[in-house]
């Protein structure tokens, strides 16, 4: 019940904030009680920074109370500005001769002082009377922390008043809609593809001021990309061209007006258009090692997956999935494969770039010949390379249960499994793999119809059988699914650019295909 009451109280706190009205000076200045004569000028505030102690006779709440508020000053033809308006009650008294207020800026150390004296004849003569004193002319800046003191003069120790007081911030309406440091002008823009440039228009801005505008990469703080471009003040166009170098989802329009502390108005209009970010995919020949690191911040859950030709799914290769709300994501030891593929999924959608497609790296073939009741598998790799082969049962489409004992080959090589007539049949496949890498995809040739009466010669077939006639009578040619010699075609609908990075060396490539 505790909590929901401070809640509420919160609430109501932030509302009344916001929707608070400050209210409006046309001049700033000093009041005291009526009867009071009093007159203020600035002081440095040294000469009274060091207390003495209080005659016997003065009271310790000489000083009744301190209020601060926030008051706002309009004059005709210029713009509204922001006071403090510091009100405080007195006790006269002989040994007082008048106030010291300052305010002191907890965000830039910078203080301002005020002294009040009063005029001596009357406050003897009116010693003991309560005189409230109210002063405005304290300027401050939108949300600014401040510590205001008020103290006697001269000034005697433990005979004084503090209070810190925030200033309202722009989310105050009467703030927001008369405060030049909130008015952070209208953006529009239009995007020039041909020639990469952003035009931005702005409006809503004060009359002969000046107002900067730049591009930045939306991370914790926007940062530059590139120089900011003035518009003037005396201008009639409000108008500026940046250019681009790429157009990604962190890519922001940032407008202000060239005043300190001024509001920035920002305009992200790409947020959503995340594909961009997937193309930064990096591969090292030499360590092996498949990269990717985001160009802006978002949160995206990134697996390898295979490419299934029938109908491009990419499956899931297990224990590779990886969430990365900004950091690189990086795989070692990777397979070169052409169906090897990343896959990013963002709570919008999931885009799979597949980035060997382009046949820039070596491939391995695995082919199949059944003679008797024994079909030989056969592993070629243009590098060395390792192999584990079985026989599997495929009862979905990427899921294949393995049947029998696993067989281990090197390229170049081949192996010899035996089929039993129970073991072929549509479902049953051949599965091989790479044992030499950490992240491979499977291959398999499925639709194994065994010869068991005749010599038959297999090397793939993507899903089913293909039968040729040759010397040797009826034969069927089995390929792996994933042959590369016949993937590449289908794959330029999925595939992406690759960055090549040859870390260690004194030239650092990138190729793009």
């Given at each position: 019940m505790t909590s929901i009451h401070v809640q509420t109280l919160l609430i109501v706190f932030f509302w009344n904030s916001d929707c608070q009205v400050i209210p409006r000076i046309e001049e700033c200045g000093l009041s005291c009680s009526q009867g009071i004569h009093c007159k203020s000028k600035p002081s440095s505030g040294i000469f009274n920074s060091f207390c003495h102690d209080a005659p016997a006779s003065l009271s310790s709440v000489v000083m009744k109370s301190m209020k601060i508020s926030t008051v706002m000053k309009c004059a005709q033809g210029t713009p509204c500005s922001l006071h403090l308006s510091i009100k405080g009650t007195l006790s006269l008294d002989e040994n007082i001769r008048g106030l010291e207020i300052c305010s002191l800026s907890l965000d830039t150390q910078q203080s301002q002082c005020t002294n009040v004296r009063f005029a001596r004849k009357k406050s003897k003569m009116l010693n003991g009377k309560k005189v409230h004193v109210q002063f405005n002319c304290f300027e401050v800046s939108v949300a600014q922390h401040i510590y205001v003191t008020m103290q006697t003069v001269p000034n005697y120790c433990e005979v004084k008043l503090s209070q810190e007081y925030y200033v309202e911030d722009c989310r105050n309406n009467d703030v927001g809609k008369y405060i030049p440091a909130c008015l952070g002008g209208k953006l529009d823009y239009n995007v020039d593809w041909a020639k990469k440039v952003i035009s931005v228009?702005?409006?809503?801005?004060?009359?002969?001021?000046?107002?900067?505008?730049?591009?930045?990469?939306?991370?914790?703080?926007?940062?530059?990309?590139?120089?900011?471009?003035?518009?003037?003040?005396?201008?009639?166009?409000?108008?500026?061209?940046?250019?681009?170098?790429?157009?990604?989802?962190?890519?922001?329009?940032?407008?202000?007006?060239?005043i300190p502390d001024a509001r920035r108005t920002q305009l992200c209009p790409f947020e959503n258009d995340t594909k961009a970010l997937w193309d930064?995919?990096?591969?090292?020949?030499?360590?092996?090692?498949?990269?990717?690191?985001?160009?802006?911040?978002?949160?995206?859950?990134?697996?390898?997956?295979?490419?299934?030709?029938?109908?491009?799914?990419?499956?899931?290769?297990?224990?590779?999935?990886?969430?990365?709300?900004?950091?690189?994501?990086?795989?070692?030891?990777?397979?070169?494969?052409?169906?090897?593929?990343?896959?990013?999924?963002?709570?919008?959608?999931?885009?799979?770039?597949?980035?060997?497609?382009?046949?820039?790296?070596?491939?391995?073939?695995?082919?199949?010949?059944?003679?008797?009741?024994?079909?030989?598998?056969?592993?070629?790799?243009?590098?060395?390379?390792?192999?584990?082969?079985?026989?599997?049962?495929?009862?979905?489409?990427?899921?294949?249960?393995?049947?029998?004992?696993?067989?281990?080959?090197?390229?170049?090589?081949?192996?010899?499994?035996?089929?039993?007539?129970?073991?072929?049949?549509?479902?049953?496949?051949?599965?091989?793999?790479?044992?030499?890498?950490?992240?491979?995809?499977?291959?398999?040739?499925?639709?194994?119809?065994?010869?068991?009466?005749?010599?038959?010669?297999?090397?793939?077939?993507?899903?089913?059988?293909?039968?040729?006639?040759?010397?040797?009578?009826?034969?069927?040619?089995?390929?792996?699914?994933?042959?590369?010699?016949?993937?590449?075609?289908?794959?330029?609908?999925?595939?992406?650019?690759?960055?090549?990075?040859?870390?260690?060396?004194?030239?650092?490539?990138?190729?793009?295909?």
């Amino acid at each position: 019940m505790t909590s929901i009451h401070v809640q509420t109280l919160l609430i109501v706190f932030f509302w009344n904030s916001d929707c608070q009205v400050i209210p409006r000076i046309e001049e700033c200045g000093l009041s005291c009680s009526q009867g009071i004569h009093c007159k203020s000028k600035p002081s440095s505030g040294i000469f009274n920074s060091f207390c003495h102690d209080a005659p016997a006779s003065l009271s310790s709440v000489v000083m009744k109370s301190m209020k601060i508020s926030t008051v706002m000053k309009c004059a005709q033809g210029t713009p509204c500005s922001l006071h403090l308006s510091i009100k405080g009650t007195l006790s006269l008294d002989e040994n007082i001769r008048g106030l010291e207020i300052c305010s002191l800026s907890l965000d830039t150390q910078q203080s301002q002082c005020t002294n009040v004296r009063f005029a001596r004849k009357k406050s003897k003569m009116l010693n003991g009377k309560k005189v409230h004193v109210q002063f405005n002319c304290f300027e401050v800046s939108v949300a600014q922390h401040i510590y205001v003191t008020m103290q006697t003069v001269p000034n005697y120790c433990e005979v004084k008043l503090s209070q810190e007081y925030y200033v309202e911030d722009c989310r105050n309406n009467d703030v927001g809609k008369y405060i030049p440091a909130c008015l952070g002008g209208k953006l529009d823009y239009n995007v020039d593809w041909a020639k990469k440039v952003i035009s931005v228009n702005v409006s809503n801005l004060l009359r002969d001021q000046d107002y900067y505008v730049r591009l930045c990469h939306k991370w914790f703080t926007c940062e530059d990309v590139g120089a900011f471009a003035v518009i003037k003040g005396k201008e009639s166009l409000k108008s500026v061209s940046l250019k681009y170098s790429q157009l990604l989802p962190c890519l922001c329009i940032e407008g202000w007006l060239a005043i300190p502390d001024a509001r920035r108005t920002q305009l992200c209009p790409f947020e959503n258009d995340t594909k961009a970010l997937w193309d930064n995919i990096v591969y090292n020949p030499i360590t092996q090692t498949l990269a990717w690191e985001p160009t802006c911040p978002v949160f995206v859950t990134v697996n390898l997956c295979r490419l299934m030709k029938p109908n491009h799914h990419c499956e899931d290769i297990q224990n590779t999935s990886k969430s990365s709300p900004e950091k690189q994501v990086k795989y070692s030891r990777v397979d070169t494969h052409p169906r090897l593929c990343m896959k990013f999924t963002t709570k919008q959608d999931s885009w799979v770039k597949c980035p060997f497609a382009h046949g820039e790296f070596p491939a391995w073939k695995m082919r199949t010949a059944a003679v008797a009741e024994q079909i030989h598998v056969f592993f070629t790799s243009q590098t060395t390379a390792q192999f584990s082969v079985l026989v599997c049962n495929r009862t979905q489409l990427g899921s294949c249960e393995a049947v029998g004992m696993r067989h281990s080959v090197s390229a170049g090589d081949s192996v010899s499994i035996t089929m039993s007539q129970e073991m072929c049949g549509s479902t049953i496949c051949i599965q091989g793999w790479r044992t030499d890498v950490d992240y491979s995809v499977p291959l398999q040739i499925c639709d194994t119809h065994c010869g068991f009466h005749r010599q038959t010669y297999s090397d793939g077939s993507p899903a089913k059988a293909m039968t040729h006639s040759g010397a040797l009578g009826a034969s069927k040619i089995l390929a792996a699914e994933d042959s590369y010699d016949e993937c590449t075609p289908d794959l330029r609908s999925v595939t992406t650019p690759l960055h090549v990075g040859v870390e260690g060396m004194n030239h650092h490539f990138h190729f793009h295909f």
